[in-house]
Structure formats: structure tokens, C-alpha cells
T-cell receptor
Framework: AQSVTQPDIHITVSEGASLELRCNYSYGATPYLFWYVQSPGQGLQLLLK??????LVQGIKGFEAEFKRSQSSFNLRKPSVHWSDAAEYFCAVGESQYSGGGADGLTFGKGTHLIIQP | DGGITQSPKYLFRKEGQNVTLSCEQN?????MYWYRQDPGQGLRLIYY???????QKGDIAEGYSVSREKKESFPLTVTSAQKNPTAFYLCASTDNTEAFFGQGTRLTVV
């Protein structure tokens, strides 16, 4: 069965500093990987996704993620965070390029809560 | 504007009652999903539907029921058999490129 681990429950970063959120996955076949962001009481917004090809993926809001098959990781990065980046971030893995997860939905990590210090 | 609409935003239920959460999409998507979100637990799949008049159980379907009579609509009923229904519920639909989420319904048992 597939699984996703986000080791950091909370991360605090100063505004303007760089950010890296960790994500490790377990999946037998080629994974389809996603990062979502959620503001309090809101739905999820897709930041970026990886299906194949270039292992460095660019997303919205200045985020990027790097797929490393040897480490089963898909870490999210941003060179300089803004106060508006404070939110909950979820990494997810799916069985299909259809980012709802194809046949049976996405498997999500438990999320990382990002706090931005002024 | 196209999107997914969940209603109501907040819902209170007395113990022993069934309640139905609405999810409507005008994106012409075939596939729709219901997820449950609990603090520190991420999202867990309750039910999904790939096509009208067909749906499958997800990881935590016990105590829930769904219907898919129209492409646009995928309502979720939280039955009295669900022992711990207080949670944030998210509906999603997908096309061939991306999943779109509604704004969620927060259900509280009082």
C-alpha cells in the first residue's frame, strides 16, 4: 500500500528566509506526486505535481519540488518565504496522472504547518 | 465561474441524526471524491465516484453513504452509525490534469 510521510508537523521560518518541507513516500510503481496548500478553514490548492521527466518541478507562488527516486523523496522548496505563505502543506501520492488519484483517490501525508516569523 | 461548491460551510448535528453534505461542480468532471480531514491526520478518502450511478468505498467508508444520480452532484450522508463524525469534510473532482477541491464543510456533533 502506498503511504506518505511528512516528518515535520510544524516548521517556523523567518520572513525572507528559505524554506524546505520534507516528504517521503512509499509506493511500488512509478509515483505521481503532488503538493497542496491549505489556508485555515479552506479547501486545498495544488502547488505543483510530478508525473515524469525533469525531476525539478516548478509550481505556483514561487515553489519548486525535486523528485529523488533513490531517496523516495519529493521535498518542497521556496527561496524566500512571504508572510502569506503561512498555511498547512500536504504532500500526496496517486496511482495515476489524473491528480485526483485516478481510480482510488490520493494518499495524503499528515501535513506540515508552516509558521512565518516577522 | 467554474468550480466546486460545498454547502453548508458549518453544520451541527445532534447525536443519532443523519445529515447530508452537499457537493456540486460545474466543471463537467466525471470523477468526484469525498475526503475527511482531522487535525494532524491529513486527508482520508471516504468515497469516490468515477461515473454517474457508480461509486466505490474509500479507506474510511463505514458510517457514510453517497449517491451519484447526476454528474454535477455527489452528496455525502453522515449516518448515525458514524461514531465520531466531527471533522472537516472536503469534496473534490478531477479532470485529466488536476484535482479541484471545494471549500469544505465543518461538521460538529452537539
Amino acid at each position: 500500500a502506498q503511504s506518505v510521510t511528512q516528518p515535520d508537523i510544524h516548521i517556523t521560518v523567518s520572513e525572507g528566509a528559505s524554506l524546505e518541507l520534507r516528504c517521503n513516500y512509499s509506493y511500488g510503481a512509478t509515483p505521481y506526486l503532488f503538493w497542496y496548500v491549505q489556508s485555515p478553514g479552506q479547501g486545498l490548492q495544488l502547488l505543483l505535481k510530478y508525473f515524469s521527466g525533469d525531476t525539478l518541478v516548478q509550481g505556483i507562488k514561487g515553489f519548486e519540488a525535486e523528485f529523488k527516486r533513490s531517496q523516495s523523496s519529493f521535498n518542497l522548496r521556496k527561496p524566500s518565504v512571504h508572510w502569506s505563505d503561512a498555511a498547512e502543506y500536504f504532500c500526496a501520492v496517486g496511482e495515476s496522472q489524473y491528480s485526483g488519484g485516478g481510480a482510488d483517490g490520493l494518499t495524503f501525508g499528515k501535513g506540515t504547518h508552516l509558521i512565518i516569523q516577522p | 465561474d467554474g468550480g466546486i461548491t460545498q454547502s453548508p460551510k458549518y453544520l451541527f448535528r445532534k447525536e443519532g441524526q443523519n445529515v447530508t453534505l452537499s457537493c456540486e461542480q460545474n466543471l463537467n468532471h466525471d470523477a468526484m471524491y469525498w475526503y475527511r480531514q482531522d487535525p494532524g491526520q491529513g486527508l482520508r478518502l471516504i468515497y469516490y465516484s468515477q461515473i454517474v450511478n457508480d461509486f466505490q468505498k474509500g479507506d474510511i467508508a463505514e458510517g457514510y453513504s453517497v449517491s451519484r444520480e447526476k454528474k454535477e452532484s455527489f452528496p455525502l450522508t453522515v449516518t448515525s452509525a458514524q461514531k465520531n463524525p466531527t471533522a472537516f469534510y472536503l469534496c473534490a473532482s478531477t479532470d485529466n490534469t488536476e484535482a479541484f477541491f471545494g471549500q469544505g464543510t465543518r461538521l460538529t456533533v452537539v
